[in-house]
């Protein structure tokens, strides 16, 4: 990455540009105000940008607050359900492009959520330079438009997300649990889907397409997603374990270093790939037989990536979901631009390495019939 992206990255890829004062003061006392030095001029920069988004917030709660607390629970969105690096963002990006069905909530609002109805317009116009061309770990194009992960929004509202374990790596343990809430005080799960359901119901502030929603930890969160909403429909993909892993690898050692604010161990990456994943599944399979069979659907991304055009295709038929057909042709448009896409490649893992992934993730091996 060249010196000017990676200074660009540094400044705006952190998603906790967009927490309030208050909420960002709660943050540090929570972590005991350790900011690792190297890390200063991070928190220096969020501490700046805080002071602004609570003054923005006021005037969004008086020009819109009314109207949120009045607006009526969107309908039953679309979820995409995955493990990090399995294709969820492909998958997420195909079925956006059916613009007539779906909205999503994009790059900007989902790490300004207190305040996009109010500076979306203005901020995205005038400083489009703030987001990089293309994603560290991927390559893959970024605007301040493109489909983004939901998951920065509550924890923004709510400092409750796992995430928040990769800025504040010495306490991961403590906010792990937030991936599945499981053994969390009721409360804060509670105050999470109170503030999951607000920020659907400002995206679908005068627009009344279903909600398009793709966050990795969601796929261990499905009895707390159906009890917000018990018509969900929900597409899971997933992919090699050996390259889930090396891709999640690859992953802390390039974004990773964007979002930081203490300084990682190192050491312990490797682990907490596979605990995390671990624990997902555990609660994923726990989970799944509460969605009826006609609300699910389980692909590869091998097939996705073979043949993106039949296999949303499948995705449409498989969960009742309309307008294929019309929707055929700008979708295979969409695909025939994303040629000549260059994705990461990986030298194999060592033997040593290999065997405790095939050991650890035997379930997803076995779930995906991937050769170990």
């Given amino acids: 990455m060249s010196r000017k992206l990676k200074h660009r990255w540094s400044i705006s890829h952190n998603y906790l540009t967009g927490i309030t004062f208050g909420k960002w003061c709660q943050l540090l006392a929570e972590n005991h105000f350790q900011i690792s030095p190297a890390y200063l001029h991070r928190a220096a920069v969020i501490t700046l940008a805080s002071l602004s988004n609570s003054a923005c917030a006021a005037v969004e709660t008086l020009r819109f607050g009314k109207a949120i607390k009045q607006a009526e629970k969107p309908k039953a969105p679309l979820f995409i359900l ?48 703030l987001v990089p061309e293309k994603r560290p770990m991927d390559n893959m194009a970024l605007k301040f438009t493109s489909p983004q992960e ?51 119901k400002k995206l679908s502030l005068n627009d009344d397409r279903t909600l398009l929603i793709k966050s990795p930890p969601h796929t261990a969160r499905i009895r707390t997603i159906l009890e917000m909403f ?31 604010l203490q300084k990682p161990d190192i050491d312990a990456i490797d682990e907490g790939i596979l605990q995390r994943h671990e624990v997902m ?40 979901l309309e307008g294929f057909a019309r929707f055929k042709s700008e979708l295979s448009r969409y695909v025939d631009a994303l040629k000549g896409y260059q994705k990461n490649s990986f030298t194999d893992l060592d033997p040593a390495t290999k065997a405790i992934v095939a050991d650890r993730w035997a379930r997803s091996f076995d779930h995906g019939n991937y050769p170990k």
């Fill in 82 to 129: 995955g493990h990090w690096r399995s294709g969820t963002t492909l998958l997420h990006e195909l079925l956006a492009q059916d613009s007539a069905q779906f909205q999503f909530p994009n790059t900007y609002q989902v790490v300004n959520p207190y305040t996009f109805l109010t500076t979306e317009n203005f901020t995205t116009r005038m400083f489009p330079w």
């Fill in 150 to 200: 939901d998951e920065f929004a509550p924890l923004l509202m709510t400092l409750t997300s796992l995430y928040l374990g990769t800025s504040f790596p010495r306490r991961m343990e403590h906010y792990d649990r937030y991936m599945t809430f499981r053994d969390v005080d009721r409360t804060k799960v509670e105050a999470w889907k109170a503030a999951f359901v607000q920020f659907c």
């Fill in 230 to 260: 018990p018509d969900a429909r929900f597409v899971h993909i997933h992919r090699d374990p050996y390259r889930v892993f090396q891709s999640q690898r690859h992953f802390f050692d390039t974004a990773g270093w964007y979002t930081y």
């Fill in 281 to 320: 599944y555990d609660a994923f399979f726990e989970d799944l037989p509460l969605i009826p069979e006609d609300r699910f659907i389980d692909i590869r991304f091998d097939d996705l990536e073979s043949d993106p055009v039949n296999e949303t295709g499948k995705v449409y038929a498989r969960l009742g």
